[in-house]
């Protein structure tokens, strides 16, 4: 099944109401900083400068929880929301052109993704420059199949006569493509219906993946199913195995050396959020 075809009727039965944008809209609570107790961890990915910290504005008030990542100087916001009567923990990834991990930023974003084992990923594109902006979202569903991408920017594609199909950008991807203008909240109640359908695994999805030729499938199994025994509990264990055939001197070492184990501890949402000498509550 793909994501268009498990997407949720429009209008459920008995309440035409509460299909349409504005009863969404009126669902959305913002709970800014009061993080206590969340349902789902959601993540916000994406290019420099394509609208996440505006997205996650409209998504959880203007008051934001931000420290610093674990031994990183790459700032940390969280947020939270309410909707549907379950409550989201929102985190705001630093913007990134790809996940290889070539900077700080970058690294932040793929651990996050890969060892936070967020509930459901956000990958904010701008779609004046899909192409450009589809690397990341690949590399995004290399590593998670939980994703929605969030086509923003969508008044720029109007203004400058494009268009962007983005059905079949769905059905090509394999998840949920929502068309956003972040700036004036359109398509925002749309992007957290998704969310939730994702979270609820009411949309399942079936993310685009580059398949690899017979000889780097075997050679990936076996290293797969090695990873997952010398690390159990590990998320993503063919990822790290990949990496590893790629000779990623940064993850041979952090499995030579362990530390590939302590990411998924430090980096898990499900911990009280850690906060450091630098966290502060913006606006407080
Ligand atoms: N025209 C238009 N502008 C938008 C839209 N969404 C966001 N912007 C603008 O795009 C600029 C960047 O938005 P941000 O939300 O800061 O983008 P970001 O992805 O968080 O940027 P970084 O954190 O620097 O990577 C701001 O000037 C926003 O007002 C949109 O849908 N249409
Ligand atoms: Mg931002």
């Given at each position: 099944?793909?994501?268009?075809?498990?997407?949720?009727?429009?209008?459920?039965?008995?309440?035409?109401?509460?299909?349409?944008?504005?009863?969404?809209?009126?669902?959305?609570?913002?709970?800014?900083?009061?993080?206590?107790?969340?349902?789902?961890?959601?993540?916000?990915?994406g290019?420099?400068?394509?609208?996440?910290?505006?997205?996650?504005?409209?998504?959880?008030?203007?008051r934001?929880?931000?420290?610093?990542?674990?031994?990183?100087?790459?700032?940390?916001?969280?947020?939270?929301?309410?909707?549907?009567?379950?409550?989201?923990?929102?985190?705001?990834?630093?913007?990134?052109?790809s996940?290889?991990?070539t900077?700080?930023?970058?690294?932040?974003?793929?651990?996050?993704?890969?060892?936070?084992?967020?509930?459901?990923?956000?990958?904010?594109?701008?779609?004046?420059?899909?192409?450009?902006?589809?690397?990341?979202?690949?590399?995004?569903?290399?590593?998670?199949?939980?994703?929605?991408?969030?086509?923003n920017?969508?008044?720029?594609?109007?203004?400058?006569?494009?268009?962007?199909?983005?059905?079949?950008?769905?059905?090509?991807?394999?998840?949920?493509?929502?068309?956003?203008?972040?700036?004036?909240?359109?398509?925002?109640?749309?992007?957290?219906?998704?969310?939730?359908?994702?979270?609820?695994?009411?949309?399942?999805?079936?993310?685009?993946?580059?398949?690899?030729?017979?000889?780097?499938?075997?050679?990936?199994?076996?290293?797969?199913?090695?990873?997952?025994?010398?690390?159990?509990?590990?998320?993503?264990?063919?990822?790290?195995?990949?990496?590893?055939?790629?000779?990623?001197?940064?993850?041979a070492?952090?499995?030579?050396?362990?530390?590939?184990?302590?990411?998924?501890?430090?980096?898990?949402?499900?911990?009280?959020?850690?906060?450091?000498?630098?966290?502060?509550?913006?606006?407080?």
């Amino acid at each position: 099944m793909t994501a268009e075809q498990t997407a949720p009727p429009k209008a459920a039965a008995g309440s035409a109401c509460e299909a349409c944008p504005a009863h969404h809209a009126a669902n959305l609570i913002r709970l800014g900083v009061n993080m206590a107790n969340w349902d789902f961890v959601v993540a916000l990915a994406g290019n420099p400068n394509t609208g996440k910290t505006t997205v996650f504005n409209h998504l959880t008030g203007l008051r934001q929880h931000t420290g610093n990542w674990p031994g990183k100087t790459v700032v940390r916001a969280e947020g939270g929301f309410a909707y549907g009567g379950d409550r989201y923990k929102l985190v705001d990834l630093p913007g990134t052109y790809s996940l290889l991990s070539t900077s700080d930023d970058e690294e932040v974003a793929r651990d996050f993704i890969l060892f936070g084992s967020p509930d459901v990923t956000i990958v904010v594109v701008d779609a004046t420059v899909l192409e450009r902006n589809l690397n990341l979202v690949l590399q995004v569903l290399e590593i998670t199949d939980r994703a929605i991408v969030c086509l923003n920017l969508m008044d720029e594609v109007q203004r400058r006569g494009m268009a962007v199909d983005e059905r079949r950008l769905a059905r090509d991807l394999g998840v949920p493509v929502v068309p956003t203008v972040a700036r004036k909240n359109e398509g925002i109640p749309e992007l957290l219906q998704a969310v939730a359908d994702v979270a609820f695994g009411r949309i399942v999805c079936k993310p685009h993946r580059i398949s690899s030729p017979p000889g780097l499938k075997d050679a990936l199994g076996g290293l797969t199913d090695e990873v997952a025994a010398a690390f159990p509990g590990l998320p993503n264990a063919r990822w790290v195995a990949l990496r590893l055939l790629e000779g990623d001197p940064r993850i041979a070492e952090a499995v030579r050396s362990g530390e590939i184990a302590d990411l998924g501890r430090h980096l898990s949402t499900r911990s009280a959020f850690a906060t450091n000498s630098l966290a502060q509550e913006a606006g407080q």
